[in-house]
């Protein structure tokens, strides 16, 4: 039953007129229901089940205790997808960033005429707020400007409360637009790191051709038995050449921090930048099998932030 109200709203949302009712609806509750409520109510929603938030054991439990509690202002600039690119380039080198077209503080800054018969466009104060465009000659402006618009308007830590997003001041980046092949679209490899060491790389593939499906590996690139909420694709799929590369950048970027996701690209050898993220799918993500849950718990140790937390 939670997971069938559950997908209700999110195919609510999935249009202009849900999301817009949505964000108001939140923007509402957020002045009337604290951070940490907020979260319990949307954990039983998603989960089924209550959330304990006083002595996590499970990955899905701890990753909510990171969202009420680790507030450290470094979490900010990594999540802004525009000032993490200096943080990036700083630790790792400026060559793994997707090429930078533009930023822009409106979407009427933005000169269609100039840019590229592809691109990405997205805002940098929320995520998953993006445009790809595969052909500018068929790209709806107007319907864009639209949406664009709502977004700049709306502050994702009211709607979801990542406390991170809360003081990102919005702006629009353009990105060169990159994929791994026409067939399969981009293929996007999301490295799960604990204590600044990778232990699960989740690879996903098809999501520009509307068939998203992923498959979880070890280090050694050996496929694993459980998954997430999405579907798994058949077979193995090949270790990039240059794996190896990759995690000596996942390290660099995962150090000091019990649990981070580093999002990588892979395009014909040449290895991009995606995102950090502290908090997946705001830690309501569905384990199948759900005993997964636990083991992923732990592996993340909280009890240095618990006792930073309790001074």
Known sequence: MHNKLYNIISNFTSSYWGKKIYYCISNIIFYIIPDKLFVKILYRLRMGRKVNLDNPRYFT?????????????IKTKLADKYQVRDYVANKVGKEVLIPLIGVYNSFNDIDFDTLPSKFVLKTNHSSG???????????????????????????????????????????????????SSENRG??????????????????????????TKHKFYDLNWQPQEFTFTNPLYDGIDERPNNFEKMLEIV??????????????????????????????????????????????GDLLSLDSLKNKVSE
């Open 129 to 179: 707020w993006n445009m790809v465009c595969v052909d500018k000659d068929k790209f709806d402006i107007k319907s864009a400007k639209k949406l664009f618009s709502m977004w700049f308007k709306t502050n994702y830590y009211q709607i979801n409360r990542a406390w991170e997003y809360k003081d990102i001041k919005p702006k629009i980046i353009c990105e060169q637009y990159i994929s």
């Open 186 to 211: 981009l293929d996007d490899y999301k490295f799960h790191c604990f204590v600044g060491e990778p232990k699960y790389i989740q690879h996903i593939t098809g999501r520009e051709c509307n068939q």
């Open 61 to 73: 439990e701890k990753i909510n205790w990171l969202r009420i509690n680790d507030r450290r202002p």
């Open 251 to 296: 390290r660099q970027l995962s150090k000091d921090w019990p649990y981070v996701r580093i999002d990588l690209y892979n395009v014909a050898g040449n290895i991009y930048f995606g995102e950090v993220t502290f908090h997946p799918v705001n830690g309501m993500d569905q384990f199948k099998p759900e005993s997964e849950n636990k083991v992923w």
